[in-house]
């Protein structure tokens, strides 16, 4: 659908994650813009949703009935990111609204809102370069917090390889020279002897 790959590739200028690029997120965001398919960027609104309105607006709308479990996967996997993007902002209506609240909201940043107002005009990248110079991009955040929590292991030979934590069952060091997978236990003995090591 048209409007929905047209959401998607504003969240992609926007610079989110590859993961929040995704049909669900864009289907949130143009519930969140409370634009249906024949829409007009122009007409964006921000109405104050909680996850049931979101999940209704993209039933009745865009035909994409979410079964009721899915709200925590839209919370977790879009809404928090959006929040962290500044492309949302929780409960502005009461800012001290219990985190477990049911009656917990969400809106677009009046930021955010005029990125999508512009899409499609000769202004849109403006408004991009804009909200991404004063917010930054989200993707770029999480590639140097990737990267800040990357430890440092030197091997006998005099290499150095990066040891990225992680919960995958393997995962890959590299060097200059070559790019290893190595299981999760041996992993752990790595970064154990190294933080005794830097400790002592």
């Not at 969240?11 to 813009?33: D, H, I, K, V, W």
């Not at 919370?75 to 609204?97: G, K, S």
Request: aromatic share 8%; proline share 4%.
């Amino acid at each position: 659908m048209r409007k929905v790959e047209e959401a998607r590739e504003i969240l992609a200028a926007l610079g989110l994650p590859f993961a929040q690029r995704n049909e669900r997120s864009a289907l949130t965001l143009l519930a969140l813009a409370a634009l249906s398919p024949k829409s007009s960027w122009r007409s964006t609104q921000r109405p104050l949703l909680r996850i049931w309105d979101i999940m209704a607006f993209i039933r009745a709308r865009y035909g994409k009935n979410y079964a009721a479990n899915t709200r925590e996967t839209i919370r977790r996997q879009t809404i928090h990111q959006f929040e962290q993007a500044r492309l949302v902002d929780r409960n502005p209506d009461d800012p001290l609204r219990p985190t477990n609240s049911g009656r917990n909201v969400y809106q677009l940043t009046t930021e955010a809102a005029a990125v999508l107002s512009a899409f499609g005009s000769g202004c849109f990248d403006a408004e991009v370069r804009t909200f991404v110079e004063r917010f930054g991009a989200l993707q770029e955040a999480y590639r140097q917090t990737r990267a800040s929590n990357r430890i440092p292991l030197r091997l006998p030979n005099g290499s150095t390889v990066q040891l990225s934590p992680g919960s995958t069952t393997f995962f890959k060091w590299r060097s200059s020279s070559s790019s290893v997978l190595v299981s999760r236990r041996a992993r752990q003995y790595f970064i154990s002897e190294l933080r005794r090591a830097n400790a002592s």
